[in-house]
């Protein structure tokens, strides 16, 4: 048992490395992004207006800051800590989707799989780890990128309240909800890989069985299916938009990629009382975990085990393109 979970371990860290790159830097870098578009608007912004100043430039709506409530500030901290979360779970979901559509077909490619065959590892530990690496090490990869990001964004924020005279520490610092933002992004982790299981099983079966271009295989079969399907029961139901099939694909699509989604699309900003002590970030995470009370997820969860245990057995008995 020790000697298969240092196996396991040797593979998730093989994994990491080969994909350093992906899983670490692309989160640092949207980061830099962000920073740099925060301080390009602060410098080339003549004229700016908030609401709750009604200024005429950005160095007065910057100066009446300090009478804004904290309850205003910690709601509006937290919508932009959320909402940079939900830019990041989609830049995840993208990565890990590219990630685990050439998993097993680049390394048939490339010739490594033999490697990998000569080694005392099975390929049920093999598939098993790039999964585990798409479904735990690139998540938390970005929880890591995630919170450096924002704390280089709020130092930022804090020198340029510096330079406005404007105390960062009382007016920016103590109404950032760390804990709670954090803890959403990461169980939006959990609750994205959950729900995406399905769909990332079936990359990896694309990725095991392709000869070529598996992108086509992954992408273009389901909808190929799924067209035939719609079209199919609404010729024998006679009513064509019954079953919303592009809607549908459309809904679960966004489950997979911004969990968020289902807890801030709910609020009304406009009309929300800014209560201190409901947080919009607890909201969020109470949605997303009740979300995991579907019985879709199961029937989800039961496809992949399925899907998952193909790709194991094609990648046995198939060692090139």
């Given amino acids: 048992m020790k000697n298969t979970m240092t196996t396991f ?11 350093k790159g992906s899983f670490f830097k692309t989160p640092i870098i949207i980061g830099i992004v962000l920073v740099v578009m925060a301080l390009l608007s602060y410098f080339t912004t003549d004229r700016f207006v908030l609401d709750v100043s009604g200024g005429d430039n950005l160095q007065l709506a910057i100066g009446s800051l300090q009478h804004v409530g904290d309850d205003k500030l910690n709601f509006a901290l937290d919508v932009f800590m959320l909402m ?3 830019l990041y779970h989609l830049i995840l979901f993208i990565v890990i989707f590219f990630f685990l559509l050439g998993s097993l077909y680049d390394d048939r490619k490339d010739g490594s799989i033999l490697f990998y065959k000569s080694l005392p590892v099975s390929d049920t530990q093999t598939v098993l780890s790039k999964l585990i690496t798409a479904t735990l090490v690139a998540p ?3 929880v890591v990128g995630l919170m450096i990001s924002h704390i280089l964004m709020f ?32 169980v939006g982790c959990l609750v994205q890989a959950l729900w995406a299981l399905p769909l990332y099983g079936w ?15 992954a992408v273009f079969a389901p909808l ?8 199919y029961n609404a010729l024998v139901n006679l009513n064509l938009f019954k079953f919303g099939f592009f809607q549908t694909v459309g809904m ?45 997820l199961l029937y989800g969860l039961l496809f992949a085990a399925v899907v998952v245990g193909l790709a194991v057995y094609i990648r046995r008995y198939r060692n090139t393109i």
Avoid at 224 to 231: K, N, R
């Fill in 140 to 142: 938390g990869c970005f």
């Fill in 252 to 296: 679960l699509f966004a489950k997979a990629t911004t969990p968020f989604a289902t807890g801030i699309g709910n609020q009304d900003f406009e009309n929300m009382d800014f209560d201190p002590t409901a947080h919009s970030s607890g909201e969020v995470i109470y949605s997303m975990l009740n979300g995991l009370m579907k019985v879709e």
């Fill in 9 to 19: 371990l040797a593979l998730l860290k093989l994994e990491f490395r080969e994909h």
């Fill in 203 to 217: 990359l990896m079966f694309a990725s095991s069985v392709a000869k070529r271009r598996p992108f086509l295989l």
């Fill in 224 to 231: 190929m299916a799924g067209f035939v399907w719609y079209w």
């Fill in 84 to 86: 940079t979360g939900s």
């Fill in 155 to 186: 130092m930022v924020i804090s020198l340029i309240l510096l330079l406005n005279g404007l105390n960062p520490v009382t007016l920016l610092w103590l109404n950032i909800s760390f804990i709670e933002n954090w803890g959403a992004f990461m």
